[in-house]
């Protein structure tokens, strides 16, 4: 396994991984972001990859509905997603994440198969292009995040992958260690972020190794299931995001985590 972070494109992300000796950054996309000039930095991204000897490892598209009021594939988010499938090919990114969202007013049904065929042509797109596709299991924009989805979805699309992130799992009051028994052998990617509920509501998401999660046996479910893919951290919060605090929490997560990887 390898250790990398959520960056920024640009200069400064590779530098900064570099500076904690990691192995890779990783981009979010999200709703609002430009696609098109995203993808027109990914020559001088290539660059930047090869001075600071830093990989890309994954991109992915979040927050844009994919689906119209009727079920309808959105063209222009199709397209999006086409586009840093490109992208993840020129970088050497294996991994393209994505949501579905969930149409109100149609039926559970409709809704599943719709997800089916816009994840299916993503899924034959990054084949012809050396890339794999994982659904993010969080609930932004996106309902094909756990297991009543997944055993629909996932086990009609042999190809498609999961990204996991235990933090989602634990904020809606699911069990992350029973869903990464059951479903670890599909896991594409990974991402780190720490956890902190309290009376049952989410009070902040510090640094690994000063949260609730249990990494032990987190990472134990991955070696159970012969994971050995991406760990991406994800500094989350505020608190711990910015200036000398936000970087002594980074160092946390690194040691937390660096310990259990074995191989």
């Not at 992300?13 to 696609?35: M, N, P, Q, T, W």
């Not at 991204?45 to 001075?51: C, E, F, I, P």
């Not at 640094?207 to 994800?234: K, R, V």
């Amino acid at each position: 396994m390898k250790l990398g972070i959520i960056e920024q494109p640009g200069e400064q992300g590779f530098r900064h991984a570099a500076e904690f000796g990691l192995s890779f950054v990783e981009y979010c996309i999200d709703i609002g972001k430009d696609v098109s000039a995203f993808a027109s930095q990914a020559g001088e991204l290539g660059k930047y990859s090869a001075r600071y000897n830093v990989a890309v490892g994954a991109i992915g598209r979040w927050g844009a509905d994919k689906l119209d009021e009727n079920g309808g594939i959105i063209e222009e988010e199709l397209q999006n997603s086409y586009r840093l499938i490109d992208v993840c090919s020129q970088l050497g990114a294996g991994v393209f994440n994505t949501g579905v969202n969930k149409v109100k007013g149609i039926s559970d049904y409709a809704n599943v198969t719709a997800a089916i065929r816009f994840l299916e042509k993503l899924c034959d797109y990054g084949e012809k292009k050396g890339v794999r596709i994982a659904t993010y299991n969080c609930d932004w924009a996106n309902f094909v995040h756990s297991d009543w989805s997944w055993t629909l979805i996932h086990g009609h699309l042999p190809q498609l992958g999961i990204k996991f992130d235990s933090s989602h799992s634990i904020y809606a009051h699911r069990d992350y260690l029973a869903e990464m028994k059951k479903w670890g052998g599909r896991f594409y990617h990974v991402h780190i972020k720490g956890a902190l509920q309290v009376d049952g509501q989410r009070f902040d998401d510090p640094p690994a190794g000063m949260d609730i999660t249990n990494w032990g046996a987190f990472m134990g479910c991955l070696y159970a299931h012969g994971y050995d893919g991406l760990l991406s951290l994800e500094p989350h919060s505020r608190i711990w995001k910015e200036g000398e605090l936000g970087d002594k929490g980074i160092a946390l997560a690194i040691e937390t985590i660096r310990k259990y990887i074995l191989r």
